[in-house]
């Protein structure tokens, strides 16, 4: 059975630190994908990353795939309260293998 | 702007009842999902569709079935309520290709 282990699975910090989540797997995927679900939602895509060692920017996140395509970070720069909510990676398999989530804080 | 809906957005049941959930998507996706979240387990994938007529078991389907008649429906049933299927139900669509998966709200199920 292929499991993706994702840690801190929770995290509250001030506003204005960094922070970095990570999801690891014994398992090769072919591409993996980063969401962020907010109470009362269902997930939202942030970024897919596809290439071993490929490194995606989206404002203050930062999205790195590893070389080797088993495991993946997500980095904060200078985080905010809107920054706040559930975390969850997925890699893809056949299907989509999902995380059990990191539970971001922010406070202000 | 609809994209995932899903109905309805509560429910209680007691156990034994049954029930059906209700997923609707209007972007002409192949693919369908019927996930179940749980705290500190993440998402669970149930049942899924890969078209219109077609459905397959995912990781934990028992106690559920689906029937995808329309390709834009995706009906999860339970027959018997039981506790242990009190969760959050989330119903995803996707696109062909490397497409993300579009979630619905989700449906808050209590069984007492």
């Known amino acids: 059975t292929q499991l993706l282990e994702q840690s801190p699975q929770f995290l509250s910090i001030q506003e204005g630190e960094n922070l970095t989540v990570y999801c690891n797997s014994s398992s090769v995927f072919s591409s993996l994908q980063w969401y962020r679900q907010e109470p009362g939602e269902g997930p939202v895509l942030l970024v897919t990353?596809?290439?071993g060692g490929e490194v995606k920017k989206l404002k203050r996140l930062t999205f790195q795939f590893g070389d080797a395509r088993k495991d993946s970070s997500l980095h904060i720069t200078a985080a905010q309260p809107g920054d706040t909510g559930l975390y969850l990676c997925?890699?893809?398999?056949?299907?989509?293998?999902w995380g059990a989530g990191t539970k971001l804080i922010i406070k202000p | 702007n609809a994209g995932v809906t899903q109905t309805p957005k509560f429910r209680v049941l007691k156990t034994g009842q049954s029930m059906t959930l209700l997923c609707a998507q209007d972007?002409?996706?192949?693919?369908m999902y019927w996930y179940r979240q749980d705290p500190g387990m993440g998402l669970r994938l149930i049942h899924y569709s890969v078209g219109e007529g077609t459905t397959a078991k995912g990781e934990v389907p028992d106690g559920y079935n689906v029937s995808r008649l329309k390709k834009q429906n995706f009906l999860l049933g339970l027959e018997s309520a039981a506790p242990s299927q009190t969760s959050v139900y989330f119903c995803a669509s996707m696109g062909q290709g490397n497409q993300p998966q579009h979630f619905g709200d989700g449906t808050r199920l209590s069984i007492l």
């Open positions: 997925a890699g893809e398999d056949y299907q989509l293998i």
């Open positions: 972007m002409n996706h192949e693919y």
């Open positions: 990353v596809v290439t």
